[in-house]
């Protein structure tokens, strides 16, 4: 999680459930070390401690021992601070975790853009599973089908056609491309004038 979302009176209830969390540190954060770990600086990894929070309100509401990694990042040429629950993991593999969140954000912004899932019909792990299987299923399904009939639309498009005419009986090809439609107005009827 990025510096916006430290809020420690809501980190320590994941905590207590058995989840870790990796976090960017603020830099005005008060915390006093308790233990530092060796490290190996040629990793970039500068610093692995254990610490405690110091702020009045901050120790209340989270009043067990953090890890704090600061992490030099040469790509960016910025010295970070993490801050997370697990001390079981390397300090190097917390900082690549860290790094690869926007992996993961963009993997949803993806979901939500593309999968046109607009809410979860169960709430089971199982559930929520199967229901973002099916739509990544069903979006590759028709991304093999524009690739293989060459149709130009955008696979956005043929979703939209293929949602509005599921039901009906008609060739794929024919519903995705630019069909000859005959204007039949200047066909006589077969049916009575009521009023002339």
Request: hydrophobic share 40%.
């Amino acid at each position: 999680m990025d510096r916006g979302y430290l809020d420690f009176e809501r980190l320590y209830p994941f905590h207590h459930g058995g989840a870790f969390f990796v976090i960017r540190g603020k830099t005005n954060l008060k915390c006093r070390r308790v233990y530092s770990s060796p490290t190996d600086r040629s990793t970039g990894i500068i610093c692995d401690q254990s610490v405690l929070l110091t702020s009045v309100r901050s120790a209340k509401v989270y009043p067990e021992k953090l890890r704090r990694i600061k992490y030099y990042d040469a790509e960016t040429d910025k010295a970070l601070v993490f801050l997370t629950n697990n001390f079981a993991l390397p300090a190097l593999t917390i900082a690549q975790l860290y790094r690869s969140r926007w992996q993961v954000e963009l993997f949803f912004k993806w979901i939500k853009q593309n999968l046109r899932i607009k809410n979860f019909y169960g709430t089971s792990e199982n559930a929520v599973k199967a229901q973002i299987w099916i739509a990544i299923s069903v979006y590759v399904l028709v991304a093999i089908m524009k690739k293989r009939l060459k149709i130009e639309a955008s696979l956005y498009t043929i979703l939209q056609v293929l949602s509005v005419t599921m039901f009906e009986r008609i060739a794929l090809l024919q519903t995705l491309t630019e069909a000859d439609y005959k204007d039949d107005q200047d066909q006589v009827d077969n049916q009575l004038i009521l009023f002339s």
